[in-house]
């Protein structure tokens, strides 16, 4: 026996004696185990869900006739290029200022900005 813990020696033990597990902590360890388990489970369902239901729904549709809505530019100033994309559209213009660029949103038809491009 040990002296200080009055346990056996791992050497005086015999080699067909295993010693029988704790049942307090199999049960801390099951508990464990269980609920790492369930966060685990639950964690892929969220992110599962999640992907299916951003690819399941479309992006906004863009209406038909979003109404009539007037564009102020400047007098004497040429359309040059028009360059359209999905979330904006550009018009360029130049006037005896220089190039003007006018920034649309092409769901509501509204101006969003405009930028003068002067040279120094």
Known sequence: MSQDTGNQAAAETS?????????????GLLAVVIVLGVLL????AVVISTVIARLSQPEA???????????????GA????????????ILRLEDNQGA??????????????RVRLQEQ
């Open 78 to 89: 040429r359309l040059v290029s028009v360059e359209n994309g999905a979330s904006r559209v």
């Open 41 to 44: 489970v639950g964690g892929a």
């Open 61 to 75: 549709a863009i209406p038909r006739d979003f109404g009539t809505y007037s564009i102020s530019i400047p007098s």
């Open 100 to 113: 003007l660029l006018i920034m649309l949103d092409p769901r509501k038809g509204v101006e969003t900005g």
């Open 15 to 27: 080699s067909d004696e295993i010693p029988a597990p704790n049942p307090r902590y199999v049960r």
